[in-house]
């Protein structure tokens, strides 16, 4: 389930964040934009666990219906 997790909800701010620090949109090496950016990836990953989860849960079970 980790895997999934991370294809869905990890991956995609992890893809983002970098491309940020690549095209030097925002600078991890000063600690009030790391802060910043903390904060906000928290909350964007607690967003998307949440999204995953309520997926999941409205999932079918194989054989059981």
């Not at 980790?2 to 909800?9: A, H, L, S, T, Y």
């Not at 990836?41 to 309520?54: D, M, S």
Request: net charge negative.
């Amino acid at each position: 389930m980790w895997v999934e997790i991370n294809v869905r909800v990890g991956y995609p701010i992890k893809r983002c964040l970098c491309e940020l620090v690549e095209e030097k949109k925002v600078s991890l090496s000063a600690d009030h934009q790391r802060f910043y950016v903390s904060e906000l990836v928290c909350h964007l990953a607690a967003f998307g666990l949440e999204q995953f989860v309520q997926s999941w849960n409205e999932h079918t079970i194989e054989g059981k219906w």
